[in-house]
């Protein structure tokens, strides 16, 4: 189990294999990413972990504000 309390990671429910736009808690940054991603995806401004893979559909901890085409 992971010992990051201060995040909560949920897998984002009714979605596909997509770009999604996640909002990093921590600074506000938003960014692109694939909801199927088979890497930890990070915050590009402040480096907070924003998504992690679990084989399906990754965990985010980000909020979603948003899908992309
Ligand atoms: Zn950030």
């Given at each position: 189990m992971s010992e990051?309390?201060?995040?909560?990671?949920?897998?984002?429910?009714?979605?596909?294999?997509?770009?999604?736009?996640?909002?990093?808690?921590?600074?506000?940054?938003?960014?692109?990413?694939?909801?199927?991603?088979?890497?930890?995806?990070?915050?590009?401004?402040?480096?907070?972990?924003?998504?992690?893979?679990?084989?399906?559909?990754?965990?985010?901890s980000a909020e979603?504000?948003?899908?992309?085409?």
């Amino acid at each position: 189990m992971s010992e990051e309390t201060t995040k909560k990671f949920v897998k984002p429910k009714g979605i596909g294999n997509r770009f999604v736009r996640i909002k990093c808690k921590d600074c506000g940054n938003v960014q692109p990413t694939y909801t199927r991603t088979s890497s930890v995806v990070v915050c590009n401004i402040c480096g907070a972990t924003l998504s992690r893979p679990t084989g399906g559909i990754a965990e985010i901890s980000a909020e979603l504000v948003g899908e992309t085409e």
